[in-house]
């Protein structure tokens, strides 16, 4: 009788361990484990789980995770949808346990550009207030090369050339200059730029005219440039942290390639070089820094680089990026590239166009990385400061196709440890010769479509940050080669995963947990295309609601009710022919 008290005594005191184990598990640092089997057939974890551990922070990404937020996931407005009753092979399995990396708030940035209007009109800036870029990109690609921040409507400075040269070495007989300080209505001005990184609580990332540096006709060019740069810094008054010398300035296309030596003071070659590019790098931050320092703000200073391999490039300068990192050494803050994915002007099919996302992300970041190696450089922060896809003929660009598109690049760049990425463009403009091949995420000049109406892009892209968490989290996908995952965490203790069907029929889908205990609830969104315009419809569809018009998607798309399904008897979703399921499951 004493030795089955003892006994007792021992089971209870056993029992009162597990039950403290349980309990310290729930964390998201460390390595506890617990024996709660309590989630058998719901989607998690059966018996003992690990918790996550975040990893170091990337060199890739840097500073840009200085701002990283936690997430807490709210449940939205909800309806009752029935589970899937197909069977399937298909499984996307999530490990709670293995983080891959936080997730930088910058990499949902977009660009603006100052030829689509004032930005004032309160739908758009409603629209991009609920899309939360967190930054935008200023004041254009290759037109910030003609830029002038500071010159009244129709200026700019007396020392340029009335005509630029085209690559070829020829007079460019459409030369403009573009002023900062416009009225028109057409155009955006400096301020009201400001004012709508302040209104979507967004920062910027501003761009400054590096090519003046080249095709300026005063005694001192470079130093006049970076003057101008300076000041417009001091103008800025601490509001943007990031700032790029120049764009793209490795291309044929850009005004800093040629210049008129007949016209320049200072000796600079016809062709620029990377290393010129690299020396006069140098200048700009130095006085760009100096004048931080005065009005008491920290910036970082970007440097442009290739991103493929450029020993012949037949479009530009040639072994570009060893010429600026042998010139500028660790002078710069962080390395900007661009990336469009397809092929330039591809009439690409909807496969080739999701093939892309994965392959060109990594292989982008990862030549990158190399070169700066080679270099013996530090290793910096990668900012994507442009990227979307090149297709056309097709109306590729303006498609439900380019939304999933949008989805992949995200998944993948943040994968891979990219810093920040800003897609190109918020709105662009309509092309009566090439209709469709415009990568606006909002219309402009759009026949019979109302300006800054959103794109299928903008609705794949507001959903994807709306149900992915603050840490990517690790996932694989079993049994079919078309569907795609990416995996998230909540701080407040959700997990989400994003699942992205590429083929051309509808999949059903079985989402497994692995380290993770489910709550009795998961919610989702499930977007897909119309029936237009064969594999590139103009439409999105959310949870069955489309667009009041035959374009775009549903104007309710903030209000707009999740599905909602039991965890009992596992997570199960249908993904439709090339959507996306966003989803986030209960925690515990």
Sequence with gaps: MQMMTRTVSAIMFIALIAIMACKKSNNNTGTTTTTTTTDQGNGGAIGPITSPTDPSVAATQGFFLNDWQARTFTAPSTQAAAKPSATTSITVTADYSQVVSKVSKYMFGNNINPFTGQYTGAGVVTDIT????????????????????????????????????????????????????????????????????????????????????????????????????????????????FWEIGNECYGNWEACYRIDVTKNQDGQPAILTGALYGQQFL???????????????????????????????????????????GAIGNAADFFIVHNYYTNYNENSSALTIFNTAAASSSTLMNFVKTSIQTAGVTQKPIALTEWNIFSTGSQQQISNVAGVHAVMVLGETIKDQYGEASRWDLANGWSTTSPGDDQGLFSYGQPNVTDFTPRPAFYYMYYFQKFFGDRMISSSVSGSSSIVSYASSFSSGQAGVVVVNTSESDATVNVSFKNYYTGSNYYYYTLHGGTDNGDFSGQVLVNGNGPSINYGGPSSYASLAAYSTSTSGGIKVTVPARGVVFLVVDKK
């Design 130 to 241: 609920n899309l939360s870029p967190n930054i935008i990109r200023a004041p254009g690609g290759s037109l910030s090369d003609v830029y002038f921040w500071n010159s009244p409507s129709g200026g700019h400075p007396a020392d340029v050339p009335a005509q630029l040269l085209n690559a070829d070495g020829t007079p460019n007989t459409t030369t403009g200059y573009w002023s900062g300080q416009v009225t028109d209505s057409w155009s955006l001005s400096l301020d009201n730029y400001y004012s709508l990184l302040q209104k979507t609580k967004s920062t910027g990332i501003i761009t400054v005219n590096y090519a003046y540096a080249r095709y300026g006709t005063g005694p001192t060019p470079v130093q006049t440039a970076a003057h101008l740069a300076a000041q417009w810094v001091r103008y800025d008054k601490g509001r943007t942290k």
């Design 283 to 325: 200048v700009f931050a130095d006085s760009m820094r100096n004048a931080a320092a005065q009005i008491g703000a920290t910036i970082q200073i970007g440097a442009v680089l290739h991103e493929t391999p450029d020993a012949n490039n037949a479009e530009g300068v040639s072994n570009w990026n060893p010429g600026v990192l």
